[in-house]
């Protein structure tokens, strides 16, 4: 049994933060914490402004979601720099040095 994951097309409709959890992978609480920091755009649908939120996320906000968290290439590691011989840094100091504070 093998799972797919659907693609989204624009205008496909609204998701709720379960689906777009279960799509991401991702725990609900996650998902509303991307709404609330402003990351994942969703529509309020609830009757009231003051009321419990009910959110509601678009086809084209989490296709844009998607794009900016896609991970590009994996930048090459810089190497590091060879250690200078007959040097010792102990706390800081040079070991040339000789002071005995």
Not at 38 to 57: H, S, V, Y
Request: contains cysteine; aromatic residues 8%.
């Amino acid at each position: 049994m093998s799972i797919t994951r659907n693609k989204l097309q624009p205008n496909q409709g609204a998701f709720s933060p379960n689906q777009v959890a279960h799509r991401l992978s991702v725990g609900v609480h996650t998902v509303l914490a991307w709404i609330a920091s402003g990351e994942l755009r969703a529509l309020n649908t609830a009757r009231k402004a003051t009321g419990r939120p009910r959110w509601k996320i678009t086809s084209e906000a989490l296709v844009s979601f998607e794009a900016k968290r896609t991970v590009g290439p994996v930048p090459r590691a810089t190497r590091r720099r060879r250690r200078i011989s007959g040097y010792t840094d102990y706390f800081g100091k040079s070991a040339c040095h000789s002071s005995p504070w």
